[in-house]
């Protein structure tokens, strides 16, 4: 990309992104395609050699692409952290934060880089906090920079979160809603207008090579600015407030099974109104992922360290246990005993586009079918190798085939969204079950494309589909179903 700042010879900010997982390594690389020169510093001295030679650690849209175009150029990885510090203006820092003990957010390593970068700072720099953190974090951070012995004019700390989804990460990096800034200081604010310009301006979006997307030269993304603390909250209530609006949707669907309603009609019906958005509505067997679960827990957490009471999530997290539990208990009383029972799972991550299977939906259930005494062959496109490393059983097999899943199986399950599955070619899935039952937790098929072809289907609060030729489905136990 040839930015304005480039076309006039000017090499964009000098941004050190600390931290090469998920969000680092998506951020620098946005930031090198915005036309910045960035160094991703991460201390896993394997994970930088192996991401020098080209090597691509996660399942990405577009990342391997931009990751081409930009190391060596204005891209590089390394280890050192004091000298990516000492040559930076804007240090992101994008290192885990997971659950501690009592579900707060764990902050051991943002600590850890903030004392590093202390003992390397030879000047004013912005820090900028990229991982989710709870709010008040940036003054945390400017007290260990204080405490150092950093005097207060050499640096600001401002609060910018990311609203990355994976699968879809580069271009919502690159065509967000907002972009969020949180500082008190005016020379901080000015350092991230310049890191943004080309969003916000619009300049990115005149280049021949910008990553395709919603935003444009003439709809550009607004550049907010806040105070950091709001900032901080706004990342939180961000994501605590789609995951509500996911176990609202799962409650509601649970309704729809109750009187014979179709979620799907009540999701376009409701979701067409602009106050509530059609987003962040598809019922099923609930949130996982690796921000969610952590994220909701942690705002709670928070909010009780400050005396508030946010019980309203804590009702969002037994939702969405109790979403998976319902299809757990769907399965066991439509097929009965699952001793002996074969099952085909289609889908292992914990959403389609990725092959992160953190807090998967998909992966306790199938550890509680597994308990059962059922056998169970899943496929996912990408998420196997993942899933190998967390979920072994003798009873489990995986196959790079999705038919194969089907083979003798007393029904299929489908538990990621992932689109290529509704390509599948179902009428040789339905010849190689044992009887035509599909499972589908996540809504993904055409429910009358289903009936047609002769499956019994049950989704997530859409009306109940029977096979019309009998099979040795406990019919019996439709009815539980709909209770
Ligand atoms: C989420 C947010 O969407 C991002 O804005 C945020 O930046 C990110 O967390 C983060 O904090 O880093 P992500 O976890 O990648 O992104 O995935 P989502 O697309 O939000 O999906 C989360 C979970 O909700 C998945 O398990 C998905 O299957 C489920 N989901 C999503 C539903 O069950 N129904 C829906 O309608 C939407």
Redesign the pocket.
């Known amino acids: 990309m040839m930015s304005r700042r480039n076309d006039q010879g000017d090499a964009g900010i000098r941004i050190t992104v600390v931290g090469s997982g998920y969000?680092g390594l998506v951020a620098a690389t946005c930031f090198a395609e915005l036309g910045h020169s960035v160094i991703c510093v991460d201390n896993n001295q394997h994970r930088i050699a192996s991401l020098q030679q080209g090597n691509v650690p996660i399942y990405e849209d577009i990342l391997p692409e931009l990751l081409r175009k930009h190391v060596g150029q204005r891209l590089s990885f390394s280890s050192d952290l004091a000298t990516a510090v000492k040559a930076s203006a804007a240090i992101f820092i994008a290192v885990g934060t997971p659950t501690a003990e009592h579900g707060e957010a764990d902050l051991s390593a943002v600590q850890s880089v903030i004392e590093e970068i202390a003992d390397s700072m030879d000047g004013y720099k912005i820090i900028v906090e990229k991982s989710?953190v709870p709010v008040q974090t940036s003054d945390w951070i400017a007290s260990i920079l204080l405490r150092r012995g950093i005097s207060r004019t050499c640096f600001d700390v401002v609060s910018n979160p990311?609203?990355?989804?994976?699968?879809t990460a580069i271009t919502d990096f690159m065509h967000p809603d907002r972009i969020i800034v949180g500082t008190n200081s005016n020379r901080a604010w000015e350092i991230m207008s310049a890191i943004y310009a080309p969003l916000a301006e619009g300049y990115y979006y005149a280049a021949g090579s910008s990553v395709p997307g919603r935003c444009s030269v003439d709809q550009t993304p607004s550049l907010i600015r806040t105070s950091p603390a709001s900032s901080e909250l706004i990342k939180h209530a961000?994501?605590a407030f789609?995951a509500m609006k996911?176990s609202f949707i799962n409650s509601v669907a649970n309704l729809c099974e109750a009187v014979g309603a179709d979620i799907q009609e009540v999701a376009l019906g409701i979701g067409t109104d602009r106050r509530i958005g059609k987003g962040?509505?598809?019922a099923?067997i609930?949130?996982?992922?690796?921000?969610?679960p952590k994220?909701v827990t942690a705002f709670c957490s928070v909010a009780s360290q400050f005396g508030v009471d946010l019980d309203l999530l804590v009702q969002v997290r037994q939702i969405n246990s109790q979403q998976r539990e319902r299809f757990i208990t769907k399965i066991r009383s439509t097929l009965g005993s699952l001793r002996g029972k074969r099952l085909g799972v289609l889908g292992l991550a914990?959403?389609g586009g990725t092959d992160d299977v953190r807090e998967s939906?998909a992966l306790s259930i199938i550890a509680s079918l597994l308990q059962d005494g059922c056998t169970i062959v899943a496929h996912d496109p990408v998420a196997i190798t993942n899933t190998q490393r967390v979920l072994q059983h003798q009873a489990l097999a995986y196959t790079d085939d999705p038919y194969s899943v089907a083979n003798q199986a007393d029904a299929i399950l489908v538990l990621t969204?992932w689109q290529e599955f509704t390509q599948l070619d179902f009428v040789e899935i339905k010849r190689r079950l044992k009887t035509p039952i599909v499972f589908d937790g996540r809504n993904l098929l055409n429910i009358d494309t289903m009936s047609t072809m002769g499956f019994t289907y049950l989704g997530v609060g859409r009306p109940l589909i029977t096979c019309p030729t009998p099979h040795r489905l406990q019919m019996h136990s439709i009815a539980a179903i709909a209770s």
């Not at 990311?162 to 699968?167: D, H, M, N, S």
């Not at 609930?286 to 969610?292: A, D, E, I, R």
């Open positions: 969000v989710t990311e609203f990355l989804r994976e699968g961000a994501n789609l996911i962040f509505l598809n099923g609930g949130y996982g992922g690796s921000c969610f994220d914990f959403k939906p969204d």
